[in-house]
C-alpha cells in the first residue's frame, strides 16, 4: 500500500491494542509520535482510589459507588481475564503474525501523561508537528488547545454509536438496553463535546459470538473491524474527497459506569435472546 503524507500522532493507554492500532497507523502514515495517556492516576494508590470514590459518592450516591465497586471487583475476578484472552488470541496476535513484525520494530517519540491537556502534551504536540491526532482508550476531555494543533483535526475511535451510546462502556449500555444487534464503532472528529462531533466512519461489529464474548472484548473487535474503512477515508482526507456520514436521527445519550446490577439485568436480557434466537 501507499504511505499517506500526514503526519499522525496517536494518543491513548499503553496496552497491546493500542500498540497494535499504533503499528497499523505507521503502515499508512507518518508516526510524528505517541502520546500514551494515564487518566486514571487515582487507581495507583489508595488515597487516590478514595478520593476518586468519595467524588463519585457526591455526585451520583453513596448506593451507585458501591454497585459500581461490586461490578469492578467481579469484573477483574471473573471476567477481564477471559476477554483479555479472547482479544490476544483472535485478534492481537494473529494480527502480529501476518504482518511479520513486532511492536518493539517501530520507533517514534514519545511521552506519557495524566491528562492530554497538560503544558508537556502541549508542547511535545508543537514539536513532532501532526497533520491529525488519533485517540482512543482515553478518559480526558480534548480542549480547545490540543484540537487545534493538526489541521485536520482530533479523531476518536469510539467503541459504539453515537450519539446515543456516548461516554463509558458503550458495548456494555448497549447490551443492557437489549440492543444486541446494534453493537458498533464510530470514527468522529472531536469537537466540543465528549464522545461528539462529526462522523466519517460508522458500522457494526462483525463475528461476535453472544455465548462467550462479553462487552469488553466487543469493545475492541468492534474497533478492530473499523480499520479497513478508516483506512479509505484517510485516504480521502488526503485527497479532499472525504465526506461526513447523514446525521442520525437518534435521541442523544451519555453513559457513565456501570454496575452489579446493571451487569446482572444485561445477563438476564442476554440469555433471553439467546433463548429466543438460537
Excluded at 507518518?30 to 478514595?50: L, M, Y
Excluded at 497538560?118 to 480534548?142: H, Q, R, S, T, Y
Amino acid at each position: 500500500m501507499n504511505k499517506l503524507k500526514m503526519r499522525s500522532v496517536f494518543i491513548g493507554s499503553k496496552n497491546e491494542f493500542d500498540e497494535m492500532i499504533v503499528d497499523w497507523l505507521a503502515e499508512r502514515t507518518e508516526i510524528a509520535g505517541v502520546v500514551w495517556s494515564d487518566s486514571a492516576t487515582w487507581r495507583k494508590t489508595w488515597k487516590g482510589r478514595f478520593d476518586y470514590g468519595m467524588k463519585r459518592a457526591k455526585k451520583y450516591g453513596y448506593f451507585k459507588l458501591l454497585n459500581e465497586l461490586m461490578l469492578f471487583f467481579y469484573v477483574k475476578k471473573k471476567v477481564a481475564v477471559t476477554d483479555l484472552g479472547f482479544l490476544k488470541r483472535e485478534i492481537i496476535r494473529p494480527y502480529w503474525k501476518n504482518n511479520g513484525r513486532k511492536f518493539s520494530d517501530l520507533k517514534f517519540p514519545e511521552i506519557s501523561s495524566e491528562n492530554v491537556n497538560k503544558k508537556e502534551v502541549l508542547d511535545f504536540l508543537g514539536e513532532v508537528k501532526p497533520d491529525i491526532i488519533f485517540a482512543m482508550c482515553v478518559n480526558d476531555f480534548f480542549g480547545k488547545k490540543i484540537r487545534a494543533i493538526p489541521k485536520y483535526g482530533v479523531f476518536l475511535w469510539h467503541e459504539g454509536l453515537t450519539p446515543e451510546y456516548r461516554g463509558l462502556y458503550s458495548p456494555f449500555w448497549t447490551m443492557y438496553n437489549g440492543q444486541f444487534d446494534k453493537l458498533a464503532y464510530s470514527f468522529l472528529r472531536m469537537n466540543d463535546k465528549v464522545d461528539a462531533g462529526e462522523v466519517y466512519v460508522q458500522g457494526f461489529a462483525k463475528g461476535i459470538d453472544l455465548n462467550k464474548h462479553n462487552y469488553s472484548f466487543i469493545g475492541h473487535k468492534a474497533i478492530y473491524d473499523s480499520l479497513g474503512e478508516v483506512g479509505i477515508f484517510l485516504q480521502q482526507l488526503e485527497e479532499g474527497t472525504h465526506k461526513t456520514l447523514p446525521e442520525r436521527s437518534a435521541t442523544p445519550n451519555y453513559y457513565t459506569y456501570p454496575g452489579l446490577t446493571q451487569y446482572v439485568s444485561m445477563r438476564k436480557k442476554l440469555k433471553k435472546y439467546l433463548t429466543n434466537n438460537k
